[in-house]
């Protein structure tokens, strides 16, 4: 049987979509790039703003032609739109044969093999997901697989919808983790990133508590040669600890996302956040104190209820002093289940679209401020796509993080030197010849 899977939406889904694919592999499957060919479609779904309820709803449309067009006969829907919008759909789109919530994807070889009930939604308790067991699977890019060290959210955000569709937070064991990480690296990966809801939250769900700083620690020691990134942190539950273990163990990347959301104390304060844009300076000088040479990642978000002109100068004064090496902005995305729907002070979407691009411009010059600091310097790249037109292999360094952040280009010696040609995986050490506004430009040595 052929199976093809489309996976929408974080790192933290892709996670779930490769272990849901070696599971069907597992069942004797075989996994199919081009849907067309596909027996069986799948589509691994996200609904945390809007535009993905959208892009969720257009992929599932696409794919469901394929049903006449094509050779598809089950096409199932997994993860969270199901879980969000639950058996409303079984009516809204008829197209699809079966629905699996987030807390159901161990159950889709039945749902393939057809042993589970066509026109059903099947919504376990995401709770009763067991974190326990090993996930195996087969990275989509093997040289840089996600490690997720668990699953859930333990906070309650009042813009976020996370804890409904992937209940509370629940660290994987420290064991499971390393176990993972060592097949992992041993099929090829040279670098892991860590993702969670709030992966500086890691352990602390657990008896007895385990913690972040012990996990890397550990991780760090699997192979000293692979990087180990941390993604999705917390401001308020990143400890010492964690900082004193990158400072540590070179194979630790100095990197941290740690997203803000915002810097006005009262913007903050309604969306559910226990700190103001001085807690977070004095954290950010700590950050580089003990880890001079971290970049540093944040999030924030644009138009929420409530917020005025002030606010929105509060955040772009405090986007320039803060001085982040990476920034995604989004604007509030609205929806009546969520607590923040019924704050007053509702954002107009124009008004709202004009505060983002008024945060990206200024992180524009920040971002090109902050690689400046690279030029000249030797780095190490992890190369992932072989020269184009231009000549220019695609990689990124330590300080950038897969899928979201720049890019190095590099230039790599003629074969005239008889020096072996670089393959997809490979880490090279460079020289940074030229700093863009988000990229850089490098010479391998």
């Known amino acids: 049987m052929r199976i093809y899977l489309e996976s929408l939406g974080c790192a933290r889904n892709q996670v779930d979509s490769e272990s849901m694919l070696a599971l069907l592999r597992g069942a004797g499957a075989r996994v199919t790039d081009d849907p067309a060919g596909a027996e069986v479609i799948v589509v691994n779904t996200c609904s945390f703003i809007e535009a993905a309820v959208d892009e969720s709803i257009d992929a599932i449309l696409a794919l469901a032609r394929l049903k006449t067009e094509g050779a598809c006969r089950r096409l199932i829907v997994t993860g969270c739109l ?22 159901a994807y161990d159950r889709i070889v039945a749902a393939v093999l057809e042993e589970a009930t066509i026109g059903a939604c099947l919504l376990p308790d995401p ?28 906070r ?13 937070q629940k660290s994987r064991p420290r064991t499971t983790l390393l176990a993972e990480a060592r097949a992992l690296i041993a099929a090829g990966a040279r670098e892991l990133t860590l993702v969670a809801q709030e992966t500086t939250a890691y ?22 040669t692979v990087w180990i990134r941390v993604m999705y942190g917390h401001p308020e539950s990143l400890q010492p600890a964690v900082l004193d273990a990158m400072a540590a163990h070179d194979n630790l990347c100095p990197y941290l996302d740690l997203p803000v959301q915002h810097a ?10 226990r700190y103001d844009s001085d807690d977070l300076l004095r954290l950010l000088e700590r950050i580089r104190r003990t880890v001079p040479d ?34 995604g902005a989004f604007v509030y995305s609205d929806a009546d ?52 037109e231009d000549g220019l292999w695609v990689g990124r360094t330590r300080h ?32 940074i010849l030229e700093t863009l506004d988000y990229d850089l430009i490098a010479e391998a040595l």
């Open 156 to 168: 309650r955000c009042t813009y976020c919808i996370i804890p409904r569709l992937r209940g509370r």
């Open 127 to 154: 709770d009763t997901i067991d974190t326990t067991a090993p996930m195996h699977r087969q990275p989509l890019t093997p040289w840089a697989a996600y490690l997720k060290i668990a699953e859930g959210c333990g």
């Open 337 to 388: 289940d969520l607590p923040a729907h019924r704050l007053d002070g509702h954002v107009p979407p124009d008004i709202a679209q004009e505060r983002l691009e008024e945060v990206m411009a200024a992180q524009q010059t920040v971002s090109a401020q902050r690689l400046a600091r690279h030029l000249g310097r030797q780095a190490t790249v992890l190369l992932e796509e072989p020269p184009g």
């Open 203 to 224: 352990g602390t769900d657990r008896t007895p508590p385990d913690h972040l700083a012990g996990l890397l620690t550990a991780l760090a020691g699997v192979d000293p």
């Open 82 to 103: 199901p879980e969000r919008y639950r058996e409303q759909l079984v009516a809204e789109l008829p197209e699809v044969d079966l629905f699996l919530g987030t807390g």
């Open 400 to 431: 950038q993080a897969p899928e979201v952040d720049g890019v190095t280009f590099v230039r790599c010696p003629a074969d005239a030197d008889h020096r072996p040609r670089p393959a997809r995986g490979a880490c090279i050490p460079v020289r």
């Open 294 to 327: 971290a970049a540093l990642r944040t999030t924030v978000l644009v138009g929420f209820p409530g917020e005025t002109d002030d606010d929105a100068e509060q955040l772009l004064a405090f986007i320039r002093q803060a001085g982040f090496d990476h920034l």
């Open 264 to 273: 006005s104390a009262r913007i903050l304060r309604r969306m559910g956040r």
